[in-house]
């Protein structure tokens, strides 16, 4: 059986900006990511001296187990009802507990989200789910954790809201509304059919004077629509030549997959350090002659300024070289906090309504 139904609240938050969105159902490396996160965080909620190598899954756990209050959290539980005539449609809620009032708490965490996209339809599903004939009138919390910002989004509401809305969102899927461009083209099974991204790149293909009368963030909403849909043919290009032997040809057209050149390796630190003293470098000229002129070698600081070594290489070596340690991953990750300082990433440009 599939771990998702196809009418699960995994879905909601896609079809409640588009309800002609059908998921690829492709594994990338930010999903794999995201479920090992998970698998993390759910045994974290059950093992309370288990400590998850994802800082994501860490702040998650941390964050509800305080909430909690001591309540008893059950992970990874499935809850199945029937909404809009469907019986049988599931889903499984990260984490759920009963505060001392009584009231229900639905938490599910989004590893790498920003916290720019609204995941309170699959929460408000999970309760509708759950709901009985006597939860009706009774109040229920959700809570979003939006695991890249290490920030919480709550809503208080009540199961019978939760039911109402999620037939809505469930009700617009068999509707004739027309998709929208929005963030989950990418992985959307209709992007190559779908009119409002092909319509986007006959707009941009074309240069018309509409195009040219949009203003920057339409345009940009346009470029975004065509981005996605050739990034999904780009991708299903290098799948079909890598199965096909490294290359694809039609039409007289041919694709082949090249390799880029690698950066090149320092063969040995120590010896590049070793140069440093009384340094002498060769100069040539266009007429083939040669000379050796004297040059001002690097201070170790500065050395070590050019050199690159990231927590998550050192973290993986070390781990490598201690194969049957009784260390885990989590233990290197708090021994390598020691030797480097967090920095702000660059800024990051997304569409956010």
């Known amino acids: 059986m599939s771990s998702h139904h196809e009418l699960g609240p ?81 889903g499984t809620v990260d984490a759920m507990w009963t505060d001392a009032d009584g009231v229900l708490h639905i938490a599910d965490f989004k590893t790498f989200s920003d916290g720019t996209a609204d995941y309170m339809p699959q929460l408000r599903g999970y309760a509708a789910l759950h709901a009985t004939e ?40 068999n509707s004739n509304k027309p998709a929208q461009l929005c963030k989950y083209c990418t992985f959307c099974a209709n992007i190559k059919e779908c009119p409002m991204t092909n319509n986007a790149l006959t707009t941009v293909s074309e240069n018309t004077p509409a195009f040219s009368n949009l203003s920057t963030c339409q345009k940009l909403v346009v470029l975004d629509a065509v981005d996605k849909l050739s990034k999904t043919i780009r991708e299903q290009a290098k799948k079909e ?13 041919r694709y082949e997959m090249k390799p880029w050149a690698g950066p090149s390796k320092c063969r040995d630190i120590g010896e590049v350090a070793g140069a440093m003293d009384n340094l002498w470098v060769d100069k040539s000229s266009r007429k083939g002659d040669s000379c050796s002129i004297h040059a001002n070698g690097l201070t170790s600081e ?14 993986a070596a070390m781990k490598d070289a201690n194969p049957e340690s009784k260390l885990t991953k989590a233990d290197w990750e708090r021994w390598a906090d020691r030797f480097f300082d967090k920095t702000e990433g660059a800024p990051h440009f997304v569409r956010v309504k």
């Open 10 to 90: 995994s879905r909601y938050p896609a079809w409640t900006v588009c309800p002609r969105y059908r998921s690829d159902d492709r594994d990338t490396p930010e999903s794999s990511a995201g479920t090992d996160a998970h698998a993390e965080l759910a045994k974290a909620l059950t093992d309370g001296e288990y400590i998850p190598s994802s800082l994501a899954a860490r702040w998650a756990a941390d964050w509800i187990l305080s909430e909690a209050k001591g309540a008893e959290v059950h992970s990874e539980t499935k809850v199945t009802g029937t909404l809009d005539g469907v019986s049988g449609i599931f």
């Open 134 to 173: 006597a939860d009706l009138g009774k109040v229920v919390v959700l809570h979003v954790l939006h695991g890249m910002a290490c920030r919480v989004e709550d809503e208080r509401t009540t199961f019978a809201d939760c039911i109402d809305r999620t037939k809505a969102v469930l009700e617009s899927v």
């Open 241 to 253: 030549a890598q199965e096909n032997g490294g290359f694809i040809e039609q039409d007289g057209i």
């Open 302 to 315: 500065k050395l070590l300024a050019t050199c690159t070594l990231s927590k998550t290489a050192l973290v």
